[in-house]
């Protein structure tokens, strides 16, 4: 019987554990997919059912070990807005979730303190907020952690607060310190945020402004809190410290008051805030903590979170299923009666096997139903957890690459510096070594007479110092003199003063004996003043003893002096004598000089007739020099004529630029072949100027000749026969000139000037086969791109200032909604702006890099003549640039004034986007791949493209604020009356929708019309350099070219509206 009992309990039991494990199945998967789900990448504000379901799961587990399970595996170092959404859950959890998930989160804050540290160190908008986040959150942590009796979400009363303060003082000091840190954290927080707010186009009614603002809900309940537990602690203090010594607090209060002041007031005027929260407005001033009766007018601001409206779920399954835990209780009974018939059987003894099958079946699917979906949720894990893990080790590699590349570099430039190092070390070698004989022998004689003149002018130098000290002697010894007459001349006043009083005091004594009491009192005082002249008298005297005895002993100073002076003069006199004896070896020496000089002129004659037969050499050795090279360019030149004749050779086509810039380059050759003749006829033993002359020249005329060719082929059949015949017409001359040079009898007349002709007409005819519309000579263009950059520069920063004015000029003209759209478009036109800019100074560093590094021994506007056609292009995107951020701020002007349309600034936006573009390629060209300036520029083009999108944005924003949509009312009207409106309205519609048709096809014949004005192709070809010039220049002030659009604009699919709605 008790077998039969107890059989439905363990029965139960089994069922009961699998049930609970089911559940937590359950729970696992619900709590994974609330945290995917509530932080994410995308830039939304975080959802409240899905944090509140975590915040159930903290409840039920009593802990948030679940959620640092799944969290630890978030890809956190890949996504700014994903660590600021983790961090808004994580401050939700820690004020609302279960009390031990503080100590859960607390194992973790090294974490969450190196994510704030890497998104600190990255420069990007929503990294700043996650690096203060992680601060404040650390904080809290910190706090709370110390201070256990006070709760996470501040929700304290003021019992708990004096007793966590205590009744020593210093704590409730340093109580008070940690709480006035908290608050900073809090407010630093919410100051960034509205900061970037304002900064960006983002407002409190988009995703992208929300995604901000929401975190900012809980920093508003914990700052009210915080502020009430500063104003409590403060009177506390001050009613046992001296006022004093908190002022440092009391200025750090009134500092942290207008800043709160300042944060709710601002929040209060948000949209987003309005329908979330009651935020409390604070006191006009701050509480007075000098007068403690103020603390009964401090009332606690206090913060209404209203009760939020049921919102759809995108589950609709419960958090906890308390269905089957509910059952047993509601139904207790009859569930052991089914389980005892399960195990034992119906009462009428009828089994059902099958039956019993099924359920176990059953049971064992659902159990491996769980096992999968748990294996599912590790695997998901360990995938996110490897993800991150990959994404770590790729940043790790790239800082290596860049680490290796900038360590190649370095050591690039060191191996350089060393090559130039040593260069000059051996130069420096050679020229000490070509010098060093020559001045050993006039040192040793300068020496010496450098050491008697150094000797001389210290004896000159002492003996005049000597007489100054002499003369010093003698001023002091008449000063002495001075002083004791004066106390000599002072004794005699006082002994006459003396005798005077007493005559006189004797002759009051007899004629006034009546008076002797007061005489004898004028007596005493009489003698008192006399003792006093007395003292006075032999302090003088006292005085003039010590100056007797100074006296005495500056005399035995100048007798010294004296002494030390007849010295000098003896060691002066021997010193003349010295210097005497060593004039004379010295004219001793300058005779044995004379007779080493004459030995030395006669091996200097010697030396001389072996120079000459050297010299004849020489000649003859250079003269040899000159015959091979002159073979060697003729043979250069010959082979050049035989190209022409060549049938392969009629496949090869040049560009008239290439062959101007060679024909160029072929006539400054010749000029430097004259100078080199002119040279070697004036010294015949040097011929190296004219033997590289001659090489570079005949280089040069053979390529003028070969190109000259190739270019034909491609030329009108009267260019091209004149250019054949002027290429043999140049070999021709250069055979003659070089023929010439061979023989000693015609090298004195040999003269290139004919080749120079026949260079000048093929230079001629390469122009004439230019493309027209060129007005500025190449040679101009260099100079012509920097003033092109700098006139850029200039009308960005013009812009600037105006949109400046245009500010404040709006500001004091316009209030509410169209203040603020002015204020928004106004400040996105300055950071496209600022864009430009420093999309101008990039494109003016990467073309300083590309000349620098493609000039080579050429200067600067010979490589942008070489280059025409991308200085060209440079140019004109430059003026491109420069004209689209006037007219940008001339709309955004009008846009300010209410005199134009918003249009305006949306065109001017493409065609600024559109120029950068045109800027970014023309500078591309050339460039080198891994160019870091060209990374830079590149940045920076999508940076002035992000602008341009986020103006267009918030003039469409603006104007749909600004326009007001006028209500359709046509209740009034009858059936025929509508429709006869209607046939008006599709007529009207009709007209648009042609005259919309013929604007494009207007559009796009402007378009062609103006790249035929500019001299640019339908389809240009790629020619020359490489690259081809989006517009020549021209010398009117006309509308730069714009970048290649489409011909007829794409009609927008508008679906019609309902008229009748």
């Given at each position: ?440 022998r006039a040192q040793a004689t300068e020496m010496r007479y450098s050491k ?453 600034l949306i065109v001017c936006s493409h065609e600024i986007a559109a120029s ?146």
């Amino acid at each position: 019987m008790n077998s039969i009992r107890h059989v439905p309990s363990r029965v139960k039991s089994r069922r009961t554990e699998t049930t609970l494990g089911a559940e937590r199945e359950h729970f696992d998967k619900q709590q994974l997919t609330s945290i995917s789900k509530a932080i994410s990448a995308s830039e939304t504000p975080v959802k409240e059912k899905h944090v509140r379901r975590i915040i159930l799961g903290t409840h039920r587990e009593k802990g948030a070990f679940t959620f640092w399970s799944y969290a630890l595996g978030l890809p956190l170092a890949s996504s700014s807005i994903l660590s600021w959404k983790f961090c808004h859950v994580l401050h939700k959890v820690l004020r609302d979730g279960h009390q031990n998930s503080l100590q859960d989160c607390m194992r973790h804050s090294s974490n969450i303190s190196e994510m704030g540290a890497l998104w600190a160190n990255l420069h990007d908008r929503y990294g700043q907020l996650v690096a203060l986040y992680a601060k404040l959150l650390c904080n809290k942590m910190e706090f709370h952690m110390k201070h256990s009796e006070i709760p996470p979400n501040l929700e304290a009363s003021d019992e708990v607060l004096e007793r966590t303060a205590g009744s020593d003082i210093n704590n409730v000091f340093q109580l008070t310190v940690e709480v006035f840190d908290y608050l900073d954290y809090e407010l630093k927080l919410a100051e960034t945020v509205l900061r970037q707010l304002n900064t960006s186009i983002a407002i409190s009614t988009t995703t992208s402004g929300q995604c901000r603002l929401a975190p900012l809900i809980q920093v508003i309940q914990d700052c009210s809190h915080l502020y009430h537990f500063t104003v409590k602690l403060l009177f506390k203090l001050h009613a046992c410290l001296p006022a004093d010594t908190l002022q440092g607090h009391r200025d750090r209060f009134h500092d942290q008051f207008h800043s709160l002041k300042n944060f709710f007031n601002k929040a209060r005027d948000m949209m987003y805030f309005k329908r979330l929260i009651q935020i409390p407005k604070l006191p006009d001033s701050p509480p007075n903590f000098l007068r403690a009766s103020a603390l009964a007018e401090h009332v606690k601001p206090v913060v209404v979170i209203p009760d939020e409206e049921p919102q759809d779920d995108d589950d609709p399954e419960p958090l906890i299923e308390v269905s089957e835990t509910t059952q047993p209780i509601t139904q207790s009974q009859p569930q052991q009666f089914d389980i005892f018939d399960q195990t034992f059987g119906p009462p009428n003894g009828g089994f059902d096997n099958r039956d019993v099958q099924i359920d176990n079946l059953k049971r064992e699917i659902e159990m491996l139903r769980a096992e999968l979906e748990r294996i599912k949720a590790e695997a998901q894990r360990y995938i996110t957890q490897l993800k991150s893990q990959i994404n770590s080790l790729e940043a790790e590699l790239e800082e290596q690459r860049v680490q290796k590349q900038r360590a190649l570099v370095e050591n690039e430039q060191l191996r350089m510096e060393l090559e130039a190092l040593r260069r000059q070390n051996n130069e420096h070698e050679n020229l000490q070594a070509t010098f060093l004989e020559a001045e050993k022998r006039a040192q040793a004689t300068e020496m010496r007479y450098s050491k008697l003149k150094e000797k001389h002018a210290e004896l000159v130098s002492s003996h005049a110092e000597l007489l100054r000290k002499s003369a010093d002697t003698v001023k002091m010894l008449s000063a002495t003199q001075q002083t004791q007459e004066e106390v000599a001349r002072t004794k005699q006043q006082l002994a006459f003063e003396v005798e005077r009083i007493k005559q006189e005091a004797d002759m009051k004594l007899e004629e006034q004996k009546f008076e002797m009491d007061k005489l004898r009192r004028e007596l005493e005082e009489r003698q008192t003043e006399l003792s006093r002249f007395q003292s006075s008298l032999q302090s003088n005297v006292a005085a003039g003893e010590k100056m007797n005895m100074a006296l005495q002993s500056l005399q035995a100073e100048k007798e010294a002096l004296m002494r030390s002076v007849s010295e000098r003069d003896a060691e002066l006199s021997s010193l003349r004598q010295a210097a005497q004896l060593q004039q004379s070896s010295l004219q001793q020496e300058r005779e044995r000089s004379s007779r080493e000089l004459g030995e030395l002129q006669g091996k200097l004659q010697e030396k001389a007739s072996r120079e000459e037969q050297l010299q004849k050499k020489l000649l003859e050795e250079q003269f040899s020099l000159l015959q091979g090279t002159v073979a060697e360019a003729e043979a250069i030149i010959q082979d050049a004529v035989a190209k022409l004749d060549d049938p392969l050779h009629v496949r090869c086509t040049s560009s008239p630029d290439y062959l101007v810039n060679r024909a160029e380059a072929t006539l400054g050759s010749i000029d430097k072949v004259k100078q080199g003749h002119v040279n070697y006829l004036r010294n015949m033993g040097d011929a190296s100027s004219l033997l590289r002359a001659l090489t570079q020249f005949s280089h040069l005329a053979a390529d003028t000749i070969v190109n000259g060719s190739a270019t034909a082929h491609m030329a009108p059949t009267d260019h091209a026969d004149r250019l054949t015949e002027n290429c043999r017409a140049c070999a021709t001359q250069s055979l003659l000139f070089l023929q010439e040079l061979k023989s000693r009898a015609s090298l004195q007349k040999a003269d290139p000037t004919a080749i120079h002709v026949v260079v000048q007409r093929i230079l001629k005819l390469g122009q004439e086969l230019q493309p027209k519309g060129r007005d500025i000579r190449q040679e101009e263009l260099g100079d012509l791109v920097d003033k092109e950059m700098a006139a850029t520069s200039a009308a960005i920063e013009e812009a600037v200032r105006r949109i400046d004015e245009m500010m404040n000029q709006a500001r004091k003209d316009t209030s509410g909604i169209k203040l603020e759209v002015n204020e928004r478009i106004l400040n996105n036109c300055t950071d496209l702006m600022k864009a430009i800019h420093m999309l101008v100074i990039a494109s003016t560093n990467l073309q300083k890099e590309i000349v620098e590094s493609g000039r080579g021994a050429a200067s600067v506007r010979e490589f942008y003549a070489r280059n025409s056609r991308w200085t060209e292009g440079l140019i004109s995107a430059s003026k491109a640039v420069g004209w689209g951020a006037t007219q940008m701020v001339e709309s955004a002007d009008k846009v300010v004034l209410h005199t134009g349309k918003y249009e305006e600034l949306i065109v001017c936006s493409h065609e600024i986007a559109a120029s950068t573009a045109q800027l970014v390629a023309a500078s591309k060209v050339k460039a080198d791949r891994n160019s870091r300036k060209l990374t830079t520029l590149q940045q920076a083009s999508r940076y002035v493209n992000e602008m341009a999108a986020k103006l267009v944005a918030s003039t469409k924003t603006g104007q749909e604020q600004i326009e007001d949509k006028d209500t359709m009312d046509f209740s009034g009207m009858s059936l025929i009356k509508l429709k006869k409106e209607e046939m008006e309205s599709q007529v009207k519609v009709l007209e648009l929708e042609t005259q919309l048709e013929n604007e494009r096809l207007r559009l796009g014949e402007l378009r062609k019309k103006h790249y035929e004005l500019a001299g640019v192709p339908v389809e240009p070809l790629a020619e020359g350099n490489g690259f081809t010039s989006a517009a020549p220049l021209s010398p009117k002030p006309t509308k730069p070219m714009l970048m290649k659009k489409p011909s007829v604009a794409q009609k927008p699919n508008i679906p019609p509206k309902n008229p009748f709605k």
